[in-house]
């Protein structure tokens, strides 16, 4: 609930700084010329880019969280964080399928997450939002 609450705090805050944006594009194009409307498209530019980046992320963080009610981690994780993401990566490099599921890229997230590597494991979880998207459409 927590967090429910804090992505809606910071969606208020990115709205009320899109009406600035907004605010400073109508005061641009009101003083006309070239300069005034450059910056005012230059501004409606920025207001869109902000507003595409929130929704993606948005978005991102609703499949994770979704994903994350749904996973059951195996029996046996337990120990290091380095000992975990070697088994995850052990468990994806292994030829049985497990690289086209969903269950185990989540995994390699977690573990990139804990060992602080958000890079990697913003896109494994990625991954397995796509995963798991492809595997729930109806064929």
């Not at 977690?110 to 995963?131: G, K, P, S, W």
Request: aromatic share 10%; charged share 25%.
């Amino acid at each position: 609930m927590r967090q429910t609450i804090l992505v809606a705090v910071l969606v208020a805050i990115t709205a009320a700084y899109c009406w600035g944006l907004l605010w400073l594009a109508w005061g641009f194009s009101r003083a006309g010329g070239a300069v005034g409307w450059g910056l005012a498209v230059s501004v409606g530019i920025l207001l869109v880019l902000t507003v595409w980046v929130i929704w993606r992320e948005v978005l991102f963080g609703m499949a994770a969280a979704r994903l994350s009610r749904r996973y059951a981690p195996p029996a046996g994780t337990e120990g290091t964080a380095r000992e975990e993401f070697e088994r995850a990566r052990a468990a994806l490099q292994e030829d049985d399928g497990t690289d086209q599921d969903w269950r185990a890229w989540f995994r390699l997230g977690l573990a990139y997450d804990a060992l602080r590597d958000r890079r990697q494991a913003r896109a494994a979880l990625r991954r397995a939002i796509a995963l798991e998207r492809t595997a729930a459409r109806p064929r």
